[in-house]
């Protein structure tokens, strides 16, 4: 796989970051190379922030920012409105977005045309199962539906493992989001 | 064992496996992870360290002087105005020869205020008597962390390792790590040729030392330093041979035939890299040395590497204030002074404050540089890149 590269777009607490150390750490447990970073500023609850990925079967050298992704991953789509989310995205690029329209409002919305566009309501599956709004794991769960990047049930895998790091005595937190990923594998729309 | 880890994480878990016998340190952004990682395997017995949490990085690195003064295994990490509070601590243990470590975040110094990476701080404490080296990413950070160790200890030389602040600190990448028995055993004990604490034999250090011989022990230290190559090439080739990673204390990147070439320290070399890819695809004849050790330079590899270039453009991530350019440009132009064909010099001041260098500015650099190779002049010697107003 030549290196490809995506950009989460969040709201500061969303877990942008988090979603992508997660991203990358299962990449990595399935044999890739990747880069996992969020761009820190002066960020706060509720403000607009940025995160990255870089992944590729080679070793990756460059540590420059990331400008052109192939792939966006829109947790929020009221930054639609400040944020200009499909900056650099080539011709043949992917978008992600979490929402409770369809794809081709969506598309629309964003006027892409050649771009693939594809959606999954993350908050409303985050809401039913953890009960509250953190679209950062589902999104995670459409990702890789949607980019086929890497192999599902290894990505649940890490995910399940470094979530168990985390919460080592909230079981609860760790079942109730891999359920949410997976719903989100289910769910996420063209 | 083949993990995620930031740069952050991955010196921590070195720290880990070296499993020091003191830590003393004060958390500052963005090293404070390494601390705060480090307390929680104190917390959990993951080491048998004595970890100090100082109220200052003044008292940190002095506990550490102390501590390794009479014997111990000592690390600390800290960034930015942390090196700087410990500045005056920093010549006293270089001077009473304490191999201390600290994992290093490369942050800028104030003012302006800001958390992000540039080399000043490093490069404010350069004529402090410690061994610096700067890494390309967090695998090497890891790695130079447990090399460093050794070279300290046998050089009897305190050394910092570091990391670009955020880019590296804070960035998650593939790393392999050691299995945790070998990093012990690739150490070994400190050996001691004397300890504060050893009654039976006692010893005075940093006594008062004037006219009479102030000077000789000083030599004695610089001589300490003149030295410390050859162990740091030992060290590194042990560690490769042992763990399958080699390292160098001059990176060299398509260097071979390169007539065009880019010096650069830590993170950006990775970028400088694969511009020199592309440029290579389109058969320009560029090529790449990174800095890795820089306290001592190492005069005779980085004069091997360089001396058949035509032009040499030297990208300093922080300026000496002096109007004379950068700290490494002032380094490479002086090793060159006595070489018989000096090649053409230009200095690229970049990146102050964290500000992003792009694979695409660093391919206008090499084209920059063929212009000067072309006319065989340079116009201006030293510019500062990627500010506005220039």
Known sequence: MALLEIRWHGRGGQGAKTAALLFGDAAVETGKYIQAFPEYGPERMGAPVFAFNRISDEPILQHCGIKTPQIVVVLDTTLMETVDVTEGLPKDGVVLVNTQKNAGEIKQELKLTTQKVYVVDASKISKDILKRDLPNTPMLGALIKASKLLDFKAMLESVKHRLEHKFPNRPDVVDGNIKAIKRAYEEVGE | MIVARTGNEAMAEAMRQINPDVVAAYPITPATEVVQLFSKFVHDGDVDTEFVPAESEHSAISACVGASAAGARVMTSTASQGLALMHEILFIAAGLRVPIVICLVNRSLSSPINI???????????????????????????????????????????????????????????????????????????????????????????????????????????????????????????????????????????????????????????????????????????????????????????????????????????????????????????????????????????????????????????????????????????????????
């Open chain 2, 116 to 390: 992000h990476c540039d080399h000043s701080d490093t490069l404010a404490s350069r004529d402090s008597g410690w061994l610096q080296i700067y890494t390309e990413n967090a695998q090497e950070a890891y790695d130079t962390t447990i090399q460093l160790v050794k070279v300290a200890e046998q050089a009897l030389l305190p050394g910092i390792v570091s990391t670009d602040a955020f880019i590296i600190s804070h960035g998650m990448e593939r790393v392999e790590l050691v299995d945790d028995n070998e990093v012990p055993k690739f150490l070994g004990e400190r050996k001691l040729n004397y300890s504060l604490l050893d009654v039976d034999n006692p010893v005075t250090l940093g006594a008062l030392d004037l006219q009479d011989f102030f000077f000789e022990h000083k030599r004695s230290e610089i001589d300490a330093m003149d030295h410390v190559l050859p162990i740091i090439e030992r060290v590194q080739k042990e560690y490769g041979d042992k763990f399958g990673r080699y390292y160098s204390t001059v990176d060299e990147y398509k260097m071979d035939d390169a007539e065009v070439v880019i010096i650069a320290m830590g993170s950006t070399g990775g970028t400088a890299k694969v511009a020199v890819e592309r440029l290579r695809e389109k058969g320009k004849k560029v090529g790449l040395v990174r800095a890795r050790v820089y306290r001592p330079f190492p005069k005779d590899a980085m004069l091997k590497a360089v001396t058949k270039a035509k032009v040499i453009g030297i990208m300093d991530r922080a300026d000496t204030l002096s109007t004379l350019g950068g700290h490494l440009y002032n380094d490479v132009r002086s090793i060159l002074y006595d070489t018989a064909t000096r090649p053409l010099l230009k200095n690229y001041i970049y990146g102050l404050g964290g500000r992003d260098i792009s694979i695409e500015e660093i391919e206008a650099i090499y084209d920059e540089l063929f212009n000067i190779k072309k006319s065989g002049k340079v116009d201006k010697n030293i510019v500062y890149y990627g500010v506005r107003g220039e």
